[in-house]
């Protein structure tokens, strides 16, 4: 049985910043290749670029295959109408996206997205498509929000498959992101690396270290995966957290207990009346935050192990 460290030297920051994120990977990934790229005139810098430089750029060509797969199977699985739908939650986070580059009122937000939302949101069809698609050539040269084109340029594909009818291959999308996430484990791997050897390099000025890597994506993740271990007969509090109606957890029972997953007031986490339980070794998706409790003034997620003698294993996705 491992557990994790509660050393933060012994974790690796961007494995768990980019966890079930690809795109947040190659923006991070992208941001430091370009930082040791411009001090390569340091021969130090040099020879830690054509480790770094090599590993990095595996990651983008399998993310950018990945992408294109995505899009034919997206096509291929939902109709037209069905990805008319997932367009307006699309264009929501794209918005988000592109304003935490730029912010609403400036002018280089206005190019992107000069009337907003309502042109992905309301139209003909065609009309709705050819926006995602001018959405696409906007973002071209900005490369901050590379893998944000790299998104919508695959959505708009996904589109055009849709209305013409085309068929594609899931099989091709599924290998392709399982070849990515060992890539994206790569990449971290390769990160870290970076990390270290700049420490060693800046031991005088450990600040120095932060022009190399991209604090602002760095620091925007928010934890979705909670993972962890419980005593015989103890509750855990797993996050306090404010969820939309629009999430959904996912609950997992990974070990040979009996868990209960509830809402709770305070840090006590005073289980209730309303829980959902879990036999061992059980999953529950697409759960409703209210599922879990009925006051608004619950924000304290927790788990409690039933058993009384075996520890037991647990996990939660907010989605």
């Known amino acids: 049985m491992s557990f994790k460290s509660t050393w933060p030297f012994s974790n690796n920051p961007f494995l768990s910043s980019t966890r079930k994120s690809f795109s947040r990977a190659l923006i991070i990934g992208t941001f430091t290749d370009a930082a040791l790229f411009a001090s390569t005139s340091d021969p130090m810098f040099l020879a830690l670029y054509n480790t770094y430089h090599p590993i990095f750029t595996a ?24 990805l008319m739908k997932e367009l307006v939650v699309r264009a929501r986070k794209w918005d988000v996206a592109i304003q935490n580059v730029f912010a609403h009122d400036t002018g ?27 959405l696409d ?7 901050a929000l590379a893998a944000l084109k790299t998104e919508v340029n695959s959505f708009h594909t996904a589109l055009n498959d849709a209305l013409s009818n085309k ?6 999308s599924n290998l392709n992101s399982k070849l990515l996430e060992i890539n994206r484990k790569e990449l971290c791997k390769a990160l870290f690396v970076v990390l270290g050897s700049l420490i060693a390099h800046f031991p005088e000025s450990p600040r120095s270290i932060e022009s190399y890597f991209d604090l602002v994506t760095l620091r925007q993740h928010r ?8 005593a015989a007969m103890k509750t855990h509090i797993i996050a306090r957290r404010t969820l939309k109606e629009t999430n959904t957890l996912t609950l997992k029972n990974k070990g040979n207990t009996t868990l209960r997953f509830y809402l709770a007031q305070n840090k006590q986490g005073m289980m209730g009346d309303v829980f959902i339980e879990l036999v061992p070794h059980s999953m529950l998706k697409e759960v409703a935050p ?13 788990v409690r192990n039933m058993d009384e003698h075996e520890v037991g294993e647990w996990e939660m996705v907010v989605g």
């Open 59 to 82: 990651y983008e060509t399998a993310y950018g295959k990945w992408g294109s797969s995505l899009g034919i199977k997206v096509g291929s699985t939902l109709g037209l109408s069905d």
């Open 137 to 143: 050539l906007n973002l071209t040269g900005k490369p």
């Open 108 to 134: 280089e937000y206005k190019s992107l997205m000069p009337h907003g939302r309502t042109p992905f949101n309301r139209g003909s069809h065609l009309s709705r498509i050819e926006m995602v698609s001018v």
């Open 290 to 302: 209210s599922s879990l409790g009925v006051s608004a003034s619950m924000h304290f997620y927790c």
């Open 167 to 172: 068929q594609g291959k899931s099989s091709t």
């Open 223 to 230: 934890q979705t995966d909670f993972t962890g271990h419980l």
